[in-house]
């Protein structure tokens, strides 16, 4: 009981960082199903305060596997009105590989698609042209590869997203510290991301508690406005 104290603790600390400054991606839950047979269905219900997920896979044949992914990004504004928010729908086919009785590999090519806005209302009053918000549409094509270790009652999993996130269709006028985060945002709209993750689950042997944990490496601009660490939570139905 004492570990799961501290694991919101933690949860809590992370969340008090986020929103104090423009926020153009929050990296979203990986989908690790861990697809063993042709019929399978793995479900899951994940996020934290500032997100919910709903994820789903299904094993097409003996080989392939089919994902798709729902997020949407809630944070509540900040006392002042400062916030933002967005959503990603992502679908992708994978190849799947039993190595031994309880290892499973799996890889995915994913597309999604999504939006994000921010708005500002504190910026009007040195920026009064402006409209204090900006927002605009984004891409992701990303290779997903899955090792994970499946028993009856608990599976251990290590993944990593390599993704290209691309923005464009950008609304608004937003001035941040002196500077047209339109602009910023049009000389970053090409990134490149490594994102490795570990994903837990404990429970039974259909329904588990699910805790993952990432980080997301920018190489593109490692300074670039988004979310570097995720930490996600829920429940996880494999059938």
């Not at 009105?81 to 679908?91: A, I, P, Q, S, V």
């Not at 570990?198 to 490496?217: D, N, P």
């Not at 920018?218 to 939570?233: G, R, V």
């Amino acid at each position: 009981m004492k570990n799961i104290y501290s694991l919101l603790i933690l949860v809590f600390i992370f969340v008090l960082g986020m929103s104090c400054n423009p926020t153009f991606y929050v990296p979203n839950t990986q989908n690790v199903p861990m697809i063993g047979e042709k019929g399978q269905v793995n479900l899951s219900l994940a996020g934290n305060a500032n997100q919910v997920e709903i994820q789903g896979a299904y094993g097409l044949s003996s080989k392939f596997t089919l994902q798709a992914n729902t997020a949407f990004y809630v944070p509540r504004d900040l006392d002042n009105g400062n916030g933002g928010g967005g959503k990603l729908f992502e679908l992708g086919l994978g190849y799947y590989k039993p190595i031994r009785e309880r290892i499973i590999f799996e890889t995915y090519a994913l597309f999604g698609i999504g939006g994000m806005e921010n708005h500002f209302p504190t910026t009007l009053t040195a920026n009064p042209n402006t409209t204090g918000k900006i927002s605009a549409l984004l891409n992701r094509y990303t290779i997903q590869p899955i090792l994970g270790f499946n028993e009856k009652y608990y599976s251990v999993i290590f993944s990593s997203r390599f993704s290209s996130l691309n923005y464009g269709n950008y609304k608004g006028s937003l001035v941040f510290d002196n500077a047209d985060q339109t602009e910023y945002l049009k000389a970053n709209r090409i990134n490149f991301l490594i994102e490795p993750a570990l994903t837990v689950r404990v429970g039974s042997e259909k329904i588990k508690f699910q805790l993952q944990v990432m980080h997301s490496f920018n190489l593109s601009n490692d300074l670039f406005k988004q979310e570097d660490d995720l930490i996600s939570m829920g429940l996880n139905f494999h059938f």
